[in-house]
């Protein structure tokens, strides 16, 4: 290896070489610092208000609309009584079950369609 240095470099080396003022950088960088954590803070409070409001307007129609899904999803297929075997079938007898199995039922047919070969 050669030890001798190159002029044009030792002097970039030298020019580089120049005393930083640590205490007002750090100054600098700790204010927008602060001021961008003021900034976040403060989206963070007006985002939680707004959601807040939201929910609070919405609550009262999104539980009615919920409760008339689930209602309406209970409903009986096949009316079979108070006896024991609705009780059995209570959780196949109804149409959610019915949507449940007709959405599977599809969805397998049409993997099936995908991934069919039609080469022979």
């Known amino acids: ?12 080396f030298v020019d580089a070489q ?4 640590d205490e007002a950088f750090v100054a600098r960088v700790m204010a927008s610092t602060s001021k961008l ?15 807040l409001v939201f929910a609070w307007l919405f609550s009262v129609p999104v539980i009615d609309l919920a409760t008339i899904i689930t ?12 006896s024991s075997a609705a009780w059995l079938l209570a959780p196949v007898n109804n149409l959610a079950t019915l949507i449940v199995v007709i959405f599977k039922g599809v969805r397998m047919g049409l993997n099936k369609a995908r991934n069919a070969s039609y080469v022979h």
């Not at 954590?37 to 959601?51: E, H, W």
Request: glycine content about 4%.
């Open 18 to 21: 120049q005393d930083l003022q």
């Open 71 to 82: 209602q309406s999803l209970a409903t009986q297929i096949i009316a079979i009584g108070d």
């Open 1 to 12: 290896m050669n030890e001798e240095r190159d002029p044009e470099l030792q002097a970039l």
């Open 37 to 51: 954590k003021l900034r976040v803070f403060a989206g963070a409070i007006a985002t939680a208000v707004i959601a």
